[in-house]
C-alpha cells in the first residue's frame, strides 16, 4: 500500500484481556519497528525485525508482550493479560534501511490502547 | 543507551520567528534524522543528515551536525501557527552485524502563536 497502515485504530479493553495490534508496512520495507508512547512521552523502542534476520526484542517490557513478522509482510503484536500501565498509543514504522545507507522511516497513525 | 536527548523540552515563539531546537547523543552514528509528530499519532520524516555531513538544508528546514560533540540542531526558519507540533530527533546506529537501529528522544514541543 502507499502507506503504512495500522489496525485498530482505537482499542479499548478490559484488564486482564489480550489483545493483539496489527501493523501492514509499506511492500518491500525489509525493516520495521514497534514503538510504544506513552501520554505526553517520547517513543520507546519495542522490536525491530529486519528481513529475516532474529528480531531485536531487547525493547519488549515483560514476557507479556510478543510480536511476529512472516518474512517482511505483516507484523502483529500480542499483549497478554493487559495492565492499566499497557495503555498508551503504539506506533509501527517501516523502511528500506537495510544496511545503513540512510533512508526514512514512514510511521503509521498508531493504535490507542486504553485497558479499563 | 543511545538514545537522544533534545533541548529544549518545549519552545514557544511568534509566528514569523525563527526556531532551533537541539539533539545530543552518545556513540558514534550513521545518521541523525528529525521527525515531527502532531497530535501524538504517527510520525512524519522530516529530513536525514549522514555522519559524514555537516549541513543540510529542505525548504525552510536546516539542520546541522556536529559528531565531534555528538549534537545536532534543527532551524526552521520564519515559523508558522501551522509548525506546532512535537519534533523528535533519531539516531540510526549499527547495534551488531548488519542490524542498524533507529532510536528516538523525547522531543521538543514547539508551540508557534500567531
Known amino acids: 500500500g502507499a502507506g503504512v497502515s495500522q489496525s485498530p485504530s482505537n482499542k479499548v479493553t478490559e484488564k486482564g484481556k489480550d489483545v493483539e495490534l496489527r501493523c501492514d508496512p509499506i511492500s518491500g520495507h525489509t525493516a520495521l519497528y514497534w514503538y510504544r508512547q506513552r501520554l505526553g512521552q517520547g517513543l520507546e523502542f519495542l522490536i525491530y525485525?529486519?528481513?529475516?534476520?532474529?528480531?531485536?526484542k531487547s525493547g519488549l517490557p515483560s514476557d507479556r508482550f510478543s510480536a511476529e513478522r512472516t518474512g517482511e509482510s505483516v507484523s502483529t503484536l500480542t499483549i497478554q493479560r493487559t495492565q492499566q500501565e499497557d495503555s498508551a498509543v503504539y506506533l509501527c514504522a517501516s523502511s528500506l534501511e537495510r544496511t545503513g545507507r540512510g533512508y526514512g522511516y514512514t510511521f503509521g497513525s498508531g493504535t490507542r490502547l486504553t485497558v479499563v | 543507551s543511545q538514545q537522544g536527548e533534545e533541548d529544549p523540552q518545549a519552545l514557544s515563539i511568534q509566528e514569523g520567528e525563527n526556531a532551533t531546537m537541539n539533539c545530543s547523543y552518545k556513540t558514534s552514528i550513521n545518521n541523525l534524522q528529525w521527525y515531527r509528530q502532531n497530535s501524538g499519532r504517527g510520525l512524519v520524516h522530516l529530513i536525514l543528515i549522514r555522519s559524514n555531513e555537516r549541513e543540510k538544508h529542505s525548504g525552510r528546514l536546516r539542520v546541522t551536525l556536529d559528531t565531534s560533540k555528538k549534537s545536532s540542531s534543527l532551524l526552521i526558519t520564519a515559523s508558522r501557527a501551522a509548525d506546532t507540533a512535537s519534533y523528535f530527533c533519531?539516531?540510526?546506529?549499527?547495534?551488531?552485524?548488519?542490524?542498524?537501529?533507529?532510536?528516538f528522544g523525547k522531543g521538543t514541543l514547539l508551540t508557534v502563536n500567531p
Open positions: 533519531a539516531t540510526v546506529y549499527n547495534s551488531g552485524g548488519s542490524n542498524y537501529k533507529l532510536t
Open positions: 525485525f529486519q528481513g529475516n534476520s532474529a528480531p531485536d
